[in-house]
């Protein structure tokens, strides 16, 4: 059954609206047709919020008499001419300058203290180096999305505390941010430079090309997971949801998917006709605490290495 909705591209705060599911502003994406019209603003679309929220409700097909499906626009909507598909612009990135100064190993940056504490100095600054980890003057962590060709994408600038090296969420600063966004405000990005999203760590491949590789979702994740298991290229896809034609660049590879403890069923359902195998190590080990608490990878390997537990920690790579 052919589809005749896409989730509406990113174009700024107002491309995105209030959630139905939990009443949260610019968090919304809409589905939109062919033609970029909205089905439903308040109904049809997905909440940015995946693990707290998870509102994502798909427009329905209506059949038509001769076989095939029409869209569920408002029949009394005025359709639109279909205007020429406009050529596609080239990536747009971040200037190597700017990066440069942002990789740096200072106690600033929260993460990376917590990197410290988990295992060493030493493997904070490898991992900073392998990743290119940035930190903001405010001492924020930069996650740099870097492709195959050494393009920085952008950036997702997150807050954490250095003890528990959880993000902060208690409001009293934005849980996370891009850096496209605020070179854009400072005026360094011209107004029609526009994100495109890679695997983070992508950069990565082409450096170790008969290297194993293992998938997870979140940034940090990966990170932590590389420090702990060094034979294999760890990637993030920075998202539950964020897969789609990221993935491409992992074909031909050996790839086995990680996801986390509520991230399990989706992964799976789009991952294994890739070729991609999804581990359900977590399934099998979790306690009904740590899935309340929705644990990945990391925590168990935090655990183990802050608290000493010794609780069968083997999820290595067929």
């Not at 440069?100 to 940056?109: G, H, R």
């Not at 605490?289 to 608290?307: G, N, S, T, V």
Request: positive net charge; glycine residues 6%.
């Amino acid at each position: 059954m052919k589809r005749h909705y896409h989730l509406l591209h990113y174009d700024g705060p107002a491309s995105r609206f209030r959630c139905p599911g939990c009443g949260r502003y610019h968090c919304f994406t809409p589905y939109v047709d062919d033609d970029g019209v909205p089905v439903d603003l308040e109904r049809y679309g997905r909440c940015d919020h995946e693990s707290s929220c998870g509102y994502h409700l798909y427009p329905p097909y209506e059949p038509i008499r001769h076989g095939g499906y029409i869209s569920a626009r408002n029949k009394f909507e005025k359709r639109p001419s279909k205007a020429k598909p406009a050529p596609r612009p080239n990536t747009c990135t971040i200037p190597e300058d700017i990066v440069a100064k942002s990789v740096v190993f200072t106690p600033k940056n929260a993460f990376l203290s917590f990197l410290c504490r988990v295992f060493n100095e030493h493997t904070a600054m490898a991992m900073m180096d392998m990743y290119q980890i940035g930190t903001t003057k405010e001492g924020y962590t930069v996650f740099y999305q870097i492709d195959t060709k050494g393009r920085v994408r952008s950036g997702k600038i997150i807050p954490y505390d250095p003890q528990t090296g959880h993000r902060i969420k208690d409001g009293s600063v934005p849980e996370a941010l891009w850096v496209h966004s605020r070179l854009k405000a400072l005026h360094q990005l011209p107004d029609n430079w526009t994100l495109t999203q890679c695997l983070f760590g992508e950069h990565l491949l082409a450096l170790h090309p008969d290297k194993p590789i293992a998938l997870v979702e979140a940034e940090k994740t990966a990170i932590i997971c590389a420090a702990a298991l060094p034979e294999y290229i760890w990637l993030a896809t920075c998202g539950k949801s964020q897969l789609g034609s990221k993935l491409d660049v992992l074909k031909g590879r050996k790839v086995v998917a990680f996801p986390d403890i509520d991230g399990y069923d989706e992964w799976k359902s789009k991952l294994t006709h890739l070729g991609i195998t999804v581990s359900d190590w977590l399934e099998k080990i979790a306690t009904e605490e740590e899935r309340k608490r929705k644990i990945d990878l990391a925590d168990r390997i935090i655990e183990e290495r802050l608290c000493g537990c010794q609780r069968n920690f083997d999820c290595r790579i067929e």
